[in-house]
Structures are given as C-alpha cells and as structure tokens.
C-alpha cells in the first residue's frame, strides 16, 4: 500500500474518441462502455484504490462531461478524481503534458519530481497496482537516467509483431522477441521534456528516442489483460466477467 506520506499519483487517458467502436461510442465515450454490469473505468479506479492510489486524474474530450457525471469527484470509490478537459484530443503524450500541473506532488517535494503512474482507459487488466510502487519509489529516490517504466504482455492474435523487446528489465527496439505495451507505464515529468502544453503529440516517438537513449525499464505481466478494441472483444469480455461473476 501507498504510505500517506507519499501520495503518488494515477491518470487515467479517457480521451480517446473510440471510433473502431462505433456505433456503440457514438452517444457514449468508451470508457464508460460497461463489461460484467460495470463501466470499463470504473475497473481502473477501484483497482487504484485497492492498491492505495487516491488522487486520480482523468482526460477527456469527446463526451467527457458525461464520463464526469458519470465518476463524480470520486468520493464513492475512496478517491480524489480530477479532470482534464482537452478541447480537442491531443493524444497520448500530449493529453499528459496538459495535466501535468494537476500530477504534480504534494509531499514537500519540489513540483514535478515525483513520477506517476499512467493508465489506458480501454484496457481491462487485473493488474495489482500495489506491485508497481517499488518502480514509483525508486525511480522516485534514484539518481539514475530511466525516465519510464513500462509493463508488458503476451502479443495478442490482432498484435502479432509486439511492440518493444524486454530483455532483463530493460526495454530495446530490436532484439529477438517483442512483447506488447499494456498502456500501463510509470513516468517521470521529465520524459515530456520538449513537448508544449497544448500541442497533439503521440506517447510512441517519445517512447522510442527514450528508448534507444536506454532510458526505459520493463517488465512482464502475465496476468489477465486485454485490448478492448473492438466490439467483438468488447463482446467477448462482458460475457467472460459475467459468467466469473455468476461463478460467486
């Protein structure tokens, strides 16, 4: 668990318009899209919560108040939830650059320091995020030059090819075998260095130059994840979590 002291903070990346979901994400953004009776984010914070996590900030654009209406200030779940309102989406990276003041630390610490924990909204994963703290502690006192973390999984059937070799903690472009990126990933402030508030900007050339600069650590999760990209997978999901459920 997260020490009081500590305060570390998670984002979840909800702006993303969801357009391989249509029609289902044309009245509804998706991460608000429900599997096993539950909206798909709301899996995310009561996982952070579980592991600690209160102060939760959240980005959106298409539909986003409906996705505040919908989370409120959090309180329900043991949380602090704030919002980043984007215009228009300004991507990945982009979308986190623009929330930075609102990630920034609360321990005493100089603004900014403190890494934080990163979370794609249209992903389900059982992930305990208690495990990730170690990462956020070290990378937090260490004087070294990795400036992300990011965890791993199996390639997926529609995701042959992976995305980053991970070869003892490390994370490399080319190797022998890929792994894919979960969209989880621990981050320092200093990784957005060069990027404008307010400027569309996209996580994987970020990803890449850090990368190749051999700034980047990795691990493997093995554990339940998956893309829900599509309706099929959306599909096939919910009914993997109701039949769970109804085995309780």
């Not at 903070?9 to 318009?17: D, E, N, P, T, W």
């Not at 949380?79 to 300004?90: K, P």
């Not at 529609?158 to 981050?187: C, N, Q």
Request: glycine share 10%; hydrophobic share 40%.
């Amino acid at each position: 668990m997260i020490h009081k002291k500590e305060r570390f903070k998670a984002m979840i990346l909800a702006a993303g318009r969801g357009a391989r979901m249509r029609p289902l994400t044309d009245t509804l953004p998706k991460p608000l899209l429900c599997v096993g009776n539950k909206p798909l984010i709301e899996y995310h914070i009561e996982n952070l919560a579980r592991a600690g996590f209160v102060d939760i900030v959240i980005n959106h654009a298409y539909l986003g108040q409906m996705i505040e209406t919908a989370l409120g200030d959090g309180k329900r779940y043991g949380v602090n939830i704030c919002y980043s309102d984007e215009t228009i989406a300004l991507e990945t990276a982009g979308g986190i650059v623009k929330a930075l003041p609102l990630l920034e630390n609360r321990d005493g610490n100089e603004p900014g320091e403190q890494p934080f924990l990163i979370i794609n909204a249209d992903i389900y994963c059982e992930i305990d995020f208690s495990k990730l703290l170690p990462i956020l502690r070290q990378m937090k006192t260490s004087l070294d030059t990795d400036t992300a973390h990011l965890v791993m999984v199996s390639n997926q059937e529609h995701h042959p090819h992976g995305d980053f070799v991970l070869d003892s903690g490390r994370l490399a472009l080319i190797g022998k075998e890929k792994f894919t990126f979960s969209g989880i990933g621990i981050y320092k402030p200093s990784f957005f260095k060069g990027i404008k508030p307010g400027v569309v900007s996209k996580l994987a050339p970020k990803l890449c130059q850090a990368i190749t600069a051999g700034k980047v650590s990795g691990e493997y999760y093995k554990g339940v994840w998956v893309d829900v990209g599509t309706p099929e997978r959306l599909h096939r999901l919910d009914i993997q979590l109701r039949n769970e459920q109804e085995k309780l």
